[in-house]
């Protein structure tokens, strides 16, 4: 049929032909769409009759694969859909008329002094705690963290809905106290809030659209920090400006501004963080960076969910790729970690304030055919593992276990994983490192994990003997060392 290097080549060049032709793009995919369906069902259709020859042992395997599964919850629906909003912005940038060329990003000047100058190295590891039957992850208790793995502990995630923070009830605030009791087990963790919301109304926009409603929101915010004994709080709005009012952006300016006034008056031990998109397209509509350095303490960049399955990108990729790919041309280019990472340096932010994130989730995919199971080969949906594309690390790592082929892609500086339809991005201890090295070399301000759920806490990976947390310890252990 087609080849492993064909199709992701033609699919490229079709991209960038619409741009230097001005060609509709919507045109385009309508027709890609359906060229796609044809090959797809064709390829489903032969690979069914197929399929359905073969061996009881493949629907024992695939069986195994649901019974792996976490039961899913709505909590994924928000990581899927900022998944969703990272491809949106690929279809943004080849809907917009700009000339850009991404690859090159402008030279950060840097009065540093050479790295054998640096003193006792110090760094932050924020992780991300998704709190019991949030859905994602397993569900890990507080008392089961380490209270000395990670630096920070953010709470994931405190919602907005409706106008207001919530939920605020008392089985919440206890899980918040249980998180805040770690720190007795380890004097120096901050345990910090983070406020998950958006641009629907009775989120995000409205909470920052008028200064009453900013310094209402302050309050409450701080009400809650302060009665709970937490270290500060971590914006994740999944994006200001972007696909809405235009307006967010001062917004989000303003309320980090009129925060950041607060805190200096009565709580300047509080810290402020904020989680931030990779994507260009998103990162130059919702935030206004050389303002946002004056007033947050550090940005945590999710520099992960590059390569996701949506229905007008189906094909395989890294969720979380360190470098790119020798194939990734023109936009493509821009969707890893040190692209990323260098376009928020460009823009005004400085590298001790920038918290480099690294995924201990991995992303499943379908292939079409199991034939053709390399980087960018076709794929019809989300894997069979996981939730909604979500694989957590024991999951991958059984996966793994069961005999399925490993690959680890020198480019990306990550692996990829495959058996009969089943492909698999993660991260493991030896790209981890090597993203560890990255943020430690690079004198960057620490590393952020998303998640502390999503490792492998209860020590299911059979390599990982008796080290919970082996992925988080991993990235600990080079952060501290700054060696592989
Ligand atoms: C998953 O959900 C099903 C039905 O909702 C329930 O029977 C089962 O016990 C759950 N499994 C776990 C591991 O929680
Ligand atoms: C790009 O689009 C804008 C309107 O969206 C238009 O004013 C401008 O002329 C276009 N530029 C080119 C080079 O087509
Ligand atoms: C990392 O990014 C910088 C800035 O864009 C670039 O100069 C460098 O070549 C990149 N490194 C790799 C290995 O791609
Ligand atoms: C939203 O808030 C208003 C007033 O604060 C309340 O009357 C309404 O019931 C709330 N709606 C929901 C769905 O919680
Ligand atoms: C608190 O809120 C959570 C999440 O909405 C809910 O599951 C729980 O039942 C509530 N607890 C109480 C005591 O209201």
Known sequence: MFSDRQLPHARYELLIENKRTGLNYNRAIKAGGIIAAVVIITCLTAYISWKSLKSFH?????KKLWELNLNNSDSVEWLKQRAELYGLAVKQYLDSNQSHTFTAVPPVITNKSPSSNIKAKTFRLVCYYSLPNSGIGGDLMPEEINPSLCTHINIAFAQITNGSLQPVNSTILGLYNRVVALKSGNPSLKVLLSIAGNSEPGSFSTLTATHANRKQFIKDVLAVLVQCKLDGLDFDWEFPAWQSDKKERVHFTQLLMELRDELNRRHSNLLVSVAVASPKPIIDDSYDVPQ???????????TYDYHFYVWYLPMTGFNA?????????GYFATLNTNWTVSYWESKGMPKEKIVVG???YGHSFTLVNDANHGVSA?????????????????????FVAAEAATVFDRD???????????????DDERS?????EYVASGGYGGAMIWALNMDDFKSECSNSGQNWFPLITKVKNVLEDDQL
């Open 58 to 62: 493949d629907r024992e395997f695939v």
């Open 292 to 302: 946002m350095v004056e007033y947050v303490d550090y940005v945590n960049v999710m």
């Open 321 to 329: 790729p360190l470098y790119k790919h020798s194939d990734d041309i």
């Open 358 to 360: 690294l995924p201990t």
């Open 378 to 398: 076709p794929a019809s949906g989300f894997g069979l593992l996981g939730s909604k594309g979500f694989v957590s690390y024991p999951q991958t790592c059984q």
């Open 412 to 426: 990306s500086r990550a692996p990829y994983a495959y058996k009969n339809t089943q492909w698999i991005s993660y």
């Open 432 to 436: 981890l490192a090597y993203k560890a």
